[in-house]
């Protein structure tokens, strides 16, 4: 059974995990505890209940705004005029050996759903991420990312009217 949890750094296996991407392992390794602690960014970890502290993949996510002028009209209407906040889907990664299974998709889906949750509690108007490239562009585009005006491989996610 795989499960999400909240990336402890004293438990989870962080030096074993290899995306391919040397700055998404780098971050996991040497970043993401010292962001939580420094209130920058969470960073959660997918893992098998049988074997937890394996890392499968992770996500980090931070506090973020958005310009309206990275937003299409459509999505502009009923906003105020200034930035608006947002949530950053700042990493996503899947290690090597479990890319291709979905996990990416499920760690996505995790993201959203937190996020939805936080909706409630702070205003949170959309998920923000950066891709990376173009590949990683193209698997959020699937989920309904949107690109912003301003750049390409930066898309975002409505999370709907409350």
């Given amino acids: 059974m ?3 949890q909240r990336l402890d750094g004293a ?6 995990f290899d995306c391919g991407e040397p700055s998404l392992n780098q971050y996991l390794r040497a970043l993401a505890t010292q962001h939580r ?4 960014a969470t960073t959660h970890v997918l893992v098998d209940a049988t074997m937890p502290p394996r890392i499968l993949g992770y996500y980090s996510l931070a506090a ?10 459509a999505d502009q209407r009923r906003l105020p005029r200034y930035p608006v906040p947002v949530a950053r889907l700042a990493r996503l990664a899947v290690t090597l050996q479990e ?7 499920a760690l996505l889906q995790d993201a959203v759903k937190r996020c ?3 909706r ?10 950066d891709a990376l490239h173009e590949r990683a562009a193209a698997f959020y585009r699937q989920y309904g990312f949107r690109e912003t005006a301003e750049h390409a491989l930066t898309l975002y996610l409505p999370l709907g009217r409350g």
């Fill in 116 to 118: 939805l949750a936080l």
């Fill in 120 to 129: 409630s509690e702070l205003g949170i108007h959309a998920l923000l991420v």
């Fill in 37 to 40: 602690r420094a209130g920058v």
């Fill in 99 to 105: 890319q291709g299974h979905g996990l990416g998709e």
């Fill in 2 to 4: 795989l499960i999400v």
């Fill in 11 to 16: 438990f989870h296996d962080r030096e074993a």
């Fill in 64 to 73: 973020a705004q958005m310009s309206l002028v990275g937003m299409s009209a």
